[in-house]
């Protein structure tokens, strides 16, 4: 071969390498707020979600919203990614049932907010999720609860109910049970009185929910460094949130739970672990309308649980940038990279609800959260201090 061949052979390998090596480097834009088009074309359908990475994949579990009702209609969707960026439909993993007006999870109930897990020990997938009785409002306060042998399902419906019945709060002193003793829910029949206030942080809602299980509405689950998981939810009406373990196949309830920011009004919690202290960004209850997030932390899962101010900053942050948590994810492969993740409800157009995904940054070691109209996953090599 000449030697001019040769040169312009060496040059076009080198011109394929070099943008082989960009491409690879290249990631997407992740755009909050704007439509996020899946491989079809079509706004990701994944609300109140939540996302499991497993063996080089993303896959991201939410609720299907169709254009009129937050109602479920189509069930519980998945999408797939190699880099959170292009996402595959998966389709609905666990579909509500449409010819049984007796399932539980029949069309028109409320599925809300499933979050799915990967147990080592049983090879399965567990999902865990939100769920309401059809024409029964938000009054069941249920959990459900479904195991799959594949990322993408089929999702095998399980069981639903409330949570730990006959349990009360593993660390409750003797004085604090002797205190519950003496509630007597006839004499507090006014709501949102400071007297209601002190006697739902003292457990008249545990008591009131102790034979039947503890509610349970929007909810979390987390799995521990050691393989232990935890189910976070809204409990006693919306008023405080509880921790609760899961058994080692993570299909149910160990009984073991605490409550943390009694009384304090906790919706959407969304957990993560960091340098062995264990952060919670959560929102205040009103409805679909944003409010202020709060934030917690504990050095240990049971707490003690610390409050601190809003972590969001910057326009918008006391509406935590018109979002609400529901999420945090932390990246695989890069260290101290967590992306926090809301949702920006739409009620009167439910499907059209938007995706507001912002890198958490660490400022003398608490997180903070600032509205990016555009960003890369790559930001965090430069984002991080
Ligand atoms: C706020 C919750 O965070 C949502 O998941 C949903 O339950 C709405 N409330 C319903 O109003």
């Known amino acids: 071969m000449k030697k001019t061949t040769l040169f312009v052979w060496a040059v076009c390998i080198c011109t394929l390498a070099l943008s082989a090596c960009t491409q690879q480097q290249e990631a997407k834009e992740i755009r909050p707020m704007e439509i996020w088009p899946d491989n079809a074309g079509v706004h990701v359908n994944a609300h109140g979600g939540g996302i499991l990475y497993h063996e080089g994949t993303y896959y991201w579990y939410g609720e299907n919203k169709s254009d009129t009702t937050s109602s479920a209609m189509v069930g519980i969707m998945c999408y797939s990614s190699p880099n959170l960026t292009d996402w595959k439909n998966e389709g609905a993993v666990l579909p509500v049932v449409t010819n049984d007006t007796t399932s539980e999870i029949t069309q028109g109930c409320i599925m809300e907010r499933p979050k799915v897990i990967y147990n080592e020990k049983t090879g399965k997938f567990v999902m865990w999720f939100h769920l309401e009785l059809k024409g029964k409002g938000y009054a069941a306060a249920r959990s459900a609860v479904a195991v799959a042998d594949r990322p993408t399902g089929p999702f095998k419906y399980l069981r ?226």
């Open 160 to 385: 639903s109910g409330r949570i730990n019945p006959g349990k009360l709060p593993f660390d409750m002193t003797d004085e604090q049970r002797a205190v519950l003793d003496t509630l007597d829910a006839g004499k507090y029949t006014e709501w949102w009185t400071p007297a209601w206030y002190d006697a739902i942080a003292k457990g008249l809602f545990v008591k009131r929910d102790l034979e039947g299980g503890q509610m349970a509405r929007d909810m979390q689950l987390f799995v521990d460094d050691d393989g232990k998981a935890y189910h976070i939810y809204s409990s006693e009406d919306n008023l405080t949130l509880h921790i609760a373990e899961l058994s080692d196949d993570y299909q149910s309830h160990t009984g073991k739970y605490t409550r943390i920011a009694p009384a304090g009004h906790n919706e959407a919690p969304a957990l993560f672990k960091k340098d062995g202290t264990y952060w919670m960004i959560t929102s205040g209850c009103t409805g679909w309308d944003p409010n202020e997030a709060r934030m917690f932390s504990a050095p240990s899962i049971w707490g003690p649980w610390t409050q601190h101010p809003n972590p969001c900053a910057g326009k918008d942050a006391e509406l935590t940038f018109h979002g609400q948590s529901t999420f945090v994810l932390p990246v695989p492969g890069k260290k101290d990279a967590f992306i926090f993740m809301a949702d920006n409800w739409r009620p009167k157009h439910p499907s059209d609800a938007r995706y507001i995904w912002l890198p958490i940054q660490f400022n003398e070691g608490k997180p903070v959260i600032q509205w990016r109209d555009s960003w890369t996953i790559n930001d965090f090599d430069h984002l991080l201090n």
